[in-house]
Every structure is written in structure tokens, then in C-alpha cells.
């Protein structure tokens, strides 16, 4: 399977500032994904990001809040735009092979916001 | 994808067998079960998956119902280690998004 890397791997972050995180995967994978999960909680899907075009994204997650892009088939990054403590949480990137069928997932990058 | 049901939490000796079950009533006929497991502060990792029959790995069992509606994951072995949150997705590996759709999952606690 493949490995996923992000950075950073954490951050502290004042408020009204932007965050973008970063995930290289270490082979081409046909797809890229974005989770948050919040302090407690399970994982919730924010888009899919797709390659040279925009992300798909999920119900309740906008682009101006949370840009994506993935410039090609190993590299996608995540921005939190103006943030708020409400932002706080872990990020993880995903990714899946053309070959396999399980997922893959990055270590996360945990946010706080002050 | 089909919904999934797992129990918040369990127990279980260390060096003794972990049975964590899933019910998944409503999954379909292209649907499979796949497992993954989240240790603290690292992201989920693949464990299992299967369509009908049973599976074994270096990492688990997994025992599927004849009607498949439910399912158990088996660690036969559990050790500290093994403690984590478990969860259950049901989904169609090539559906159009690929996406995984995570649920409560069960937080298993291994003890010595």
C-alpha cells in the first residue's frame, strides 16, 4: 500500500488566519480525499480532490472556507481559510490506488485555533 | 452505502480473542464489509474486507453471516496494542466516489 505524508503534522493557529496543509502520497493514486474529525468524533468526508479540475465537495463543507487542490496524481493540499476555534480539529488525507480497494490514510494534521 | 451499527465500546483481556461485531441489515448484494481501526492520534488503517466468505489475515479474521447482515471481526490474539477504534463500513469498492463513510465505530480497550 502506499504512504501518505502530511504536514504539518500540528499547528496553533490565531484566528482569521489560513492554514494549508499538504499530502504527498508516495505513488500515483486515482483518488484523493479530505477528512476532518473533531475532538471526540468519528471522521467526516469534507471533498474529494480531484486532478486538474475542482474538488467535489461534501454537504455543509464550501470552497471558500476549504480550497483544494491537486495539481497532479501524488500531491494535494487543504487550506482552512479564516479560521475560527470552531476549526479545531484533526485533518487527514486519503487516498486509494487504481488496483486496490482499501483506502489509505495520512497520519492527520491537528489544528487549534486561538 | 449501507448504514452499519456497532457497540460504543469494549473490553478485553490481553492475549485473549477480541469479537467485535457489526450488524449491517440493510447492506446489498455488491455491497462489502470492510474493517479499519484508528489508534490514537494516528489515522485509520486498513484491516479487513470481505464480500460473503470468510477472510483471514496477518491482522484479523472476519466471519460474515450466511445472509450477511452482520459480521465479526476477530483479533485472536489481543495485546495492548490492539487498542484502538474499530469500524465497520459497508460500501462498493469501485463505486463513483470511492469514498469511505465512517460511523461511531467501537473503541476497544485491551487490558492487561
Known amino acids: 500500500s502506499a504512504v501518505i505524508s502530511q504536514k504539518p503534522s500540528r499547528d496553533i493557529c490565531q484566528r482569521g488566519t489560513s492554514l494549508t496543509i499538504q499530502c504527498q502520497v508516495d505513488s500515483q493514486v486515482t483518488m484523493m480525499f479530505w477528512y476532518r474529525q473533531q475532538p471526540g468524533q468519528s471522521l467526516t468526508l469534507i471533498a474529494t480532490?480531484?486532478?486538474?479540475?475542482?474538488?467535489?465537495?461534501e454537504s455543509g463543507f464550501v470552497i471558500d472556507k476549504f480550497p483544494i487542490s491537486r495539481p497532479n496524481l501524488t500531491f494535494s493540499t487543504l487550506t482552512v481559510s479564516n479560521m475560527s476555534p470552531e476549526d479545531s480539529s484533526i485533518y487527514l488525507c486519503s487516498g486509494r490506488g487504481q488496483t486496490n480497494t482499501e483506502a489509505f490514510f495520512g497520519q492527520g494534521t491537528r489544528l487549534t485555533v486561538v | 452505502d449501507a448504514k452499519t451499527t456497532q457497540p460504543t465500546s469494549m473490553d478485553c483481556a490481553e492475549g485473549r480473542a477480541a469479537n467485535l461485531p457489526c450488524n449491517h441489515s440493510?447492506?446489498?448484494?455488491?455491497?462489502?464489509v470492510y474493517w479499519y481501526r484508528q489508534i490514537h492520534s494516528q489515522g485509520p488503517q486498513y484491516i479487513i474486507h470481505g464480500l460473503k466468505n470468510n477472510e483471514t489475515n496477518e491482522m484479523a479474521s472476519l466471519i460474515i453471516t450466511e445472509d450477511r447482515k452482520s459480521s465479526t471481526l476477530i483479533l485472536p490474539h489481543a495485546t495492548l496494542r490492539d487498542t484502538a477504534v474499530y469500524y465497520c463500513i459497508v460500501r462498493v469498492p469501485y463505486n463513483a466516489g470511492n469514498m469511505l463513510t465512517f460511523g461511531g465505530g467501537t473503541r476497544l480497550m485491551v487490558k492487561p
Open positions: 440493510t447492506i446489498s448484494g455488491n455491497e462489502y
Open positions: 480532490a480531484n486532478q486538474g479540475s475542482e474538488a467535489t465537495y
